[in-house]
C-alpha cells in the first residue's frame, strides 16, 4: 500500500516553493502575533520566541510578561508589557482582562515556556483557550497545565502543539489515540503515530524528533531532515509565524517554518 501522507522535505528543496516564496512584503500585511510568557525567575524563553519570530518575518509582535518583571526588563527588554502578577511573580487571575484586551488585537498568540506554576496563571490560560479563537500555539509548561484538558483541545481549531517527546506521549495517551508513542519507534512507526493522532483531529503538531522536525495536520507529516537540533522557543516561534500569515493553510505553514528554521540554522552555521 503506497503512503500518501507522508512528505519528505529535503533542505534544498522546500515542499511548499511557492508559498515559501511569496510571503507579505508590507509589515503591516504579515500578520500580529502575541507572546506571553515568563515569570519572576526568568523570561529568556519568552525573549528568544521574540527574537525568533522577528527573524520568522512577523509583521508585527507584542510581548506579555508578568509585572514582576518589570523592574528588572523594562529597561532591558524595552519591547515588553507588563500585566498583573501572583506574589510568586507569575500571571495573576488580575491578568485575564489585559490578555483578552491584547488577543482582540493579535491574529495569533503564541504561549511560551516558562509560565511557571500556579493556580492563578492556570486560570489565565485557560481563560485565553476558551476566549480567543484565533491561531493559538503552545509549548512548554503552558502545554503542561492543558494537558489535562488536552481532548477539548483537540477539537479547537487553530491548536498547535509544540511538545517535548514526553508531552507528546502524555497527549497521546489522553487523546485516546489506539496506537502509543514509544521511545523505541522508528521514523516510519512515529510519522504512522503523528498520521493517526491528527487524522480525525483539529490540533496541529510540530516537534524535532529522530533528527527530522515532524510536522503533522489533518493526518498529512512532513519530515525534515536535521542536522542540528533546533531549541523548542524557535521551532514554536517560526510555526507561530507562519501559521499567523497563513491561517487557512496550517500543514503548508507548519512545512514552510520547518523548511525555514533548517536553512536559517544552516546559514548560521557556516557564518
Avoid at 523592574?71 to 500571571?91: C, D, H
Avoid at 491561517?247 to 548560521?268: D, H, I, R, W
Wanted: hydrophobic share 40%; net charge negative; glycine share 4%.
Amino acid at each position: 500500500m503506497v503512503n500518501t501522507y507522508w512528505h519528505k522535505q529535503s533542505p534544498d528543496k522546500p515542499l511548499f516553493a511557492e508559498l515559501m516564496w511569496s510571503r507579505p512584503e508590507n509589515k503591516r500585511h504579515a500578520g500580529k502575533l502575541l507572546i506571553i510568557g515568563g515569570n519572576s525567575h526568568g523570561f529568556s524563553t519568552a525573549a528568544e520566541t521574540y527574537r525568533e519570530s522577528l527573524k520568522s518575518g512577523i509583521g508585527t509582535v507584542r510581548v506579555l510578561l508578568p509585572d514582576a518583571l518589570q523592574k528588572i526588563v523594562s529597561k532591558i527588554f524595552i519591547e515588553a508589557e507588563f500585566a498583573p502578577s501572583t506574589p510568586s511573580g507569575s500571571f495573576s487571575q488580575r491578568s485575564v482582562a489585559e490578555v483578552l484586551s491584547l488577543a482582540d488585537w493579535a491574529d495569533s498568540i503564541l504561549l511560551a515556556s516558562d509560565i511557571g506554576h500556579n493556580s492563578e496563571t492556570a486560570i489565565m490560560i485557560e481563560t485565553i483557550v476558551r476566549k480567543y479563537h484565533g491561531q493559538l500555539t503552545l509549548f512548554g509548561d503552558s502545554i503542561d497545565y492543558l494537558k489535562q484538558s488536552s481532548s477539548n483541545l483537540f477539537e479547537r481549531a487553530s491548536t498547535t502543539f509544540c511538545p517535548t517527546f514526553q508531552q507528546l506521549q502524555q497527549l497521546v495517551v489522553s487523546s485516546h489515540a489506539v496506537q502509543p508513542i514509544t521511545s523505541g519507534m522508528d521514523l516510519l512507526h512515529f510519522v504512522d503515530a503523528l498520521h493517526e493522532l491528527t487524522e480525525h483531529s483539529s490540533a496541529n503538531f510540530i516537534i524535532d524528533h529522530l533528527e527530522n522536525i515532524c510536522a503533522t495536520s489533518g493526518g498529512q507529516v512532513c519530515t525534515t531532515r536535521i542536522n542540528q537540533r533546533p531549541t523548542t522557543s524557535s521551532l514554536a516561534a517560526r510555526a507561530s509565524v507562519w501559521l499567523t500569515q497563513n491561517p487557512t493553510k496550517p500543514f503548508e505553514a507548519l512545512a514552510c517554518s520547518a523548511y525555514q528554521l533548517v536553512e536559517s540554522m544552516s546559514s548560521e552555521t557556516t557564518i
